[in-house]
């Protein structure tokens, strides 16, 4: 029987070796959570990186590691130390991460990290070879695989390939100071079906493809000699029921089985009379979610409406994120002196304005935060989609709660009734904080019934299953043109 094949460099599962056994830990981030629930309904494999170094493994523990992984239908690529270091931390995390989200001064370009990002997608290309079959499907995951379709294709021309990228694809402009940017192209046009968020992404992606690459362009289809390749937007959903199953349970549970978070929460804050409303922002730590942003803007609002003194706390969980990268370590230090500073300018006795996490939580506690949060606050300065907008008002079950949402997200073109702001614009962050936290509960559950609504209908599941769809199409229409 034909299987689709997933591949992205992070597994959906990240295994760790504790006193020489595997442990195994659910990776973080947009790809893997909206991934996984596609991936435990169908029939197929996934191929990455399990995030452990060949170094670190003997022979004894390889076939443990094999086992682990096999268990949820993974697949590792081999990768070493050095191939970690030029690939992901190199050229994918240094070069295409900033370029992508217009960070271009961060953006640096080394030919030896360039050299380990064509290597290691060649390493992947190996493994998804070894393990295709005649009839599968092969679907490719993000920027740090934008060169494997083509690698790919080049063995197996027959095979159907659709990739999708989970982050923004930036104007020609921008994309065009690469200087990699024919073979960046190339490798992607060896997919049928290329994939993003949003139509402005579809758009800034054939614009280069008819400017570097002067291939022909009919609306939103490629003509090469013997191809067609489609590009289209499929903007990624949440697995709606899944949060609002869980909300539902948080919210039926007896007081004595509540989480530790779900506790302190009710104790800190909610009980006796210090009653503050919590404003709720979950990012993974990276500069481009405007955390440092975010919180120059809650200082400000403080500043300016200081009858939320007491009345308002941030709750920000901060996930830690490619911590080797220098510009991340230098966020992180930022981001402590603020929370420090602005703790120390307007602290209470008896309120804190910041509770500040830094480390990843289990989902339960996500869902703790959600159901508790009177406001979430996401102000990205650039994100491809934000899934953490969506979980949100899908966890909001009383359908109460005010989504602020950056104007610079792909999930805010499908989240009108959200309230969007611009990131740089603290005056108009701190209105519209003062305007959420006095929402009356009627234009809430409006608000949230429509947002609601359309987060179910356009599902995880429905998002890949139109992606498959239309990739099955491609393949259709290329086949007969390539009769003709
Ligand atoms: P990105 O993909 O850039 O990290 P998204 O908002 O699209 O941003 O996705 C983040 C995902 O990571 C969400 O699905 C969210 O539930 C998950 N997540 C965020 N914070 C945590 C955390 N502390 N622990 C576990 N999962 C988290
Ligand atoms: C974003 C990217 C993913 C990546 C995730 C977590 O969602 O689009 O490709 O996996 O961030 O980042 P990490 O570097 O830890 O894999």
Redesign the pocket.
């Known amino acids: 029987m034909s299987k689709t094949i997933i591949i992205?460099?992070?597994l959906p599962l990240q295994l760790r070796i504790h006193d020489n056994t595997i442990e195994t830990i659910p990776?973080?981030?947009?790809?893997?959570t909206g991934m996984r629930s596609v991936h435990t309904q169908g029939d197929s494999i996934w191929i990455g990186w399990s995030g452990l170094t060949e170094e670190e493994f003997n022979l004894e523990l390889k076939t443990k590691v094999n086992e682990a992984l096999q268990k949820h239908q993974c697949v590792g690529v081999p990768l070493t130390e050095d191939d970690i270091e030029g690939f992901?931390y190199g050229f994918s995390?240094n070069t295409l991460w900033p370029l992508f989200h217009y960070f271009m001064e961060y953006t640096e370009f080394e030919k030896t990290t360039w050299e380990t990002y064509r290597s290691v997608n060649q390493k992947f290309a190996d493994v998804v070879i070894q393990n295709l079959d005649d009839g599968d499907t092969v679907w490719i995951?993000?920027?740090?695989l934008l060169l494997l379709p083509d690698l790919i294709r080049k063995k197996k021309p027959e095979v159907s390939i659709g990739f999708f990228l989970?982050?923004p694809f930036p104007s020609y402009e921008v994309f065009r100071t690469i200087p990699c940017r024919e073979e960046l192209l190339e490798g992607m046009l060896g997919a049928d079906l290329l994939g993003f968020h949003t139509y402005d992404y579809e758009r800034h992606f054939l614009s280069s493809v008819q400017r570097v690459l002067g291939h022909e362009i009919h609306f939103n289809n490629i003509h090469l000699d013997n191809r067609i390749i489609k590009v289209d937007s499929f903007p990624m959903g949440i697995d709606y029921n899944k949060f609002r199953e869980a909300a539902e349970v948080h919210n039926q549970k007896a007081k004595k089985d509540q989480t530790e978070i779900q506790q302190e929460i009710d104790k800190h804050l909610k009980e006796g009379s210090n009653k503050a409303k919590l404003i709720l922002s979950i990012d993974?730590l990276d500069y481009t979610k405007g955390i440092a942003n975010r919180l120059r803007a809650f200082e400000y609002f403080l500043d300016k409406y200081p009858q939320f003194k007491g009345k308002a706390r941030l709750v920000m969980l901060a996930v830690p994120?490619?911590a080797n990268v220098p510009q991340y370590q230098r966020l992180k230090n930022e981001i402590d002196q603020l929370v420090g500073r602005i703790n120390g300018k307007f602290a209470e006795v008896s309120w804190t304005p910041i509770w500040y996490f830094y480390r990843s939580l289990p989902f339960e506690n996500l869902i703790d935060l959600y159901t508790s949060s009177e406001v979430a606050l996401l102000t990205p300065i650039r994100d491809?989609m934000n899934l953490v907008a969506k979980e949100y008002i899908a966890s909001r079950v009383d359908k109460k709660g005010v989504l602020i949402l950056s104007e610079m997200t792909g999930a805010s073109n499908e989240m009108s009734e959200a309230l969007i702001i611009n990131p740089n614009n603290f005056e108009e962050i701190a209105d519209t904080l003062k305007f959420a936290l006095e929402m009356p509960e009627e234009e809430q559950i409006k608000r949230n019934n429509a947002l609601q609504k359309r987060l179910k209908r356009y599902n995880v599941e429905k998002w890949a299953n139109d992606f498959m769809e239309s990739l099955k199409t491609t393949k259709d229409d290329t086949q007969k043109y390539t009769l003709k």
């Open positions: 992205s460099n992070r990776s973080v981030g947009g790809l893997a992901y995390n995951h993000d920027y740090q989970h982050i993974r994120s490619r491809g």
